[in-house]
Structures are given as C-alpha cells and as structure tokens.
C-alpha cells in the first residue's frame, strides 16, 4: 500500500500558485519524495523528487519539513494543463524497484 | 526530448486470446517496466526487467503474463489468454542503469486494452 496520505481534490485559479499537501509520517531515513501526474489516463510524468532539501526545477518546488513527515508540492503560476491527477510516492528510488501509486490529488485548474 | 513510445494505442482482443503490447523504451535506459491501470482505480505495477531477467514482479504478474527483450529497442509483455478484467490501460516505463545517481521512471503514453 501508498505509504503516503493526499487529499482526494484540490482547485486552483489560473495564475496562481497550487498548493499540493502530502503526509509521509513513516518515511525512512533513505526513502525520497516522489512526485508524478497523471493528465486525463495518459501515462504519469515524473515531476521532482528530494530527500529532506527543498528542491526546484522548471515545472516544480518541493518543500519538505524539517522532520521529513510532510511535503508540500507548489506549482508556482498553474495553467489550465496543470489539470491533472497528482501522485505523492515514498520510494527507496533503486533501479527495478516498484512505484507504489495511491489515489493522489485531483487538481482543477480554473480560468 | 527522448520517450518511451508503446504500440498499438488501442488493442481490442476476444476472452482467451494471446496479446503482445509493446514497447521502446529511452535508448540509453537498461531498466524496464510494466505498470497497468484499471479504469478508475490506481496505477499498480506489474514487473520490472533488466538485463534479460525479471527484477521484481507483483502477484499480479502470474503465469499468464512473460516479459521479453526481443531485440535492442523493444520490450514486450505477453498475455497468454487473456480475461475480462485484463481490461486497462498498460504503461511501459523505463530508467537508467546503474552509475546514474537517480533512478526516475519515465513512463509511455499506454496501450488500451479492452477484452471482450
């Protein structure tokens, strides 16, 4: 099972900042944060991915806390594409090894 | 940028059929893997493939499912005879081998697969 814990649904305003919560209160010491999306059944995308730094790249930030139970995936100015179902996953990140996807957070992106 | 593309987009089969989907995978990527997903509910994986073995596989992976690296760009999953609830959506994903310092798994566009 997900070892991770998202809200179900999430709606954002074109332009503005989307705020995706995740909780990972029994993540190890070498397990990462994942993040993925799926838009409309199309195969999932790798977003970001960090250990306990915040990280950024150009389609996402990654903020974890101080004690690694939590992260908060921020897409900074969310378009109407952003539209899609977000996947949190603690994985240990060695070659051959599973995803393990839960439900995710649906994210609606309005105009 | 490179992808992992999948053939056919759409594979409709009679109960008790064979199908092959199939797979490229990012040129320079040695692992493999299958992950499918039934309508409405989660991605689940299936198997994982390097260096012509089996990685890691789930309990969903049983005896009528195989795997094969038939030549140096594709990767297949065979399902013998396939059933009702073979029914999904199948996604080939793929990431570098070893020496590389992360292991991201980056995923196809999927097979649909209806079994009627």
């Known amino acids: 099972d997900a070892k991770t814990t998202q809200p179900t649904s999430m709606d954002c305003a074109e332009g503005r900042a989307a705020n995706l919560p995740c909780n990972h209160s029994t993540i190890s010491g070498n397990e990462y944060v994942y993040w993925y999306r799926q838009i409309h059944s199309q195969g999932p995308q790798y977003i970001i991915h960090g250990l306990k730094n915040n990280e950024t790249n150009e389609m996402a930030s990654l903020i974890i806390t101080e004690d690694r139970k939590s992260s908060t995936l921020i897409l900074p100015h969310a378009t109407l594409r952003d539209t899609a179902v977000y996947y949190c996953i603690v994985w240990g990140g060695q070659a051959g090894t599973a995803l393990i996807f839960g439900k995710g957070t649906t994210l609606s992106v309005s105009s | 940028e490179p992808e992992v593309t999948q053939t056919p987009s759409h594979q409709v089969t009679q109960m008790g059929q064979e199908v092959i989907l199939r797979c490229v995978p990012i040129?320079?990527?040695?692992?493999f893997y299958w992950y499918r997903q039934i309508l409405g509910q989660k991605v689940e994986f299936l198997v994982s493939f390097y260096n012509n073995e089996i990685s890691e596989k789930s309990e969903i992976f049983d005896d009528q499912f195989s795997v094969e690296r038939p030549d140096g760009s594709n990767f297949t999953l065979k399902i013998r005879s396939t059933k009702l609830e073979d029914s999904a959506m199948y996604f080939c994903a793929s990431s570098e081998a070893a020496g590389s310092t992360f292991y991201e798994q980056y995923f196809g566009p999927g097979t649909r697969l209806t079994v009627t």
């Open positions: 040129s320079n990527h040695l692992y």
